[in-house]
């Protein structure tokens, strides 16, 4: 039997990431789990260091930045999500998202993490990496990965009552 309790999806604010949003939704709905939804914004502090040894204080910028993306995390979160899966937003601050997401899904003892995957290929690949490569690697639970455009595999429950009627 599987047992889910706590659900972390990770988000870029992109199009795979709105998918995975999806799937985590029905999997917290469907296993009564908790939701995170977790977003890692760039510290831009850690890049405050010049290479000829000058500082730059980009602390209003980190602000702004965060400010902005907290807002952008919470709208993901909907009345119904709040109240049916306990949904909460989580920004987290790190120069390596993967990290990021493998340590708080440890601290969080999330059960699953749901995350988004561009399918980049080739030198892209090459050049990029992958965030949710990284993850898959050094999570410390199973990771389920979404790609964009995917198969209809969530769909509404007006959908589903249709087709079996």
């Excluded at 109240?83 to 493998?102: E, T, Y």
């Excluded at 995350?115 to 990771?143: D, F, K, Q, W």
Aim: aromatic share 4%.
């Amino acid at each position: 039997m599987i047992v889910l309790k706590r659900i972390l999806v990770a988000t870029d604010f992109g199009e795979a990431a709105g998918a995975a949003l999806q799937y985590g939704r029905e999997l917290a709905r469907m296993f009564g789990a908790r939701l995170d939804v977790v977003h890692v914004a760039d510290n831009v502090m850690a890049r405050a260091f010049g290479a000829d040894g000058f500082t730059v204080d980009y602390s209003a910028m980190q602000r702004d930045l965060e400010a902005a993306e907290r807002r952008q995390l919470e709208a993901l979160i909907d009345l119904e999500d709040g109240s049916i899966v306990k949904a909460k937003p989580v920004l987290l601050i790190s120069s390596s998202p993967a990290v990021a997401i493998a340590e708080y899904a440890e601290e969080s003892q999330a059960d699953l993490i749901v995350m988004g995957t561009h399918g980049r290929n080739g030198v892209t690949h090459l050049l990029m990496g992958s965030v949710a490569e990284r993850v898959v690697r050094i999570a410390p639970c199973p990771v389920l990965t979404v790609r964009h455009p995917e198969r209809e595999f969530v769909v509404p429950d007006a959908l589903v009552a249709v087709a079996t009627a």
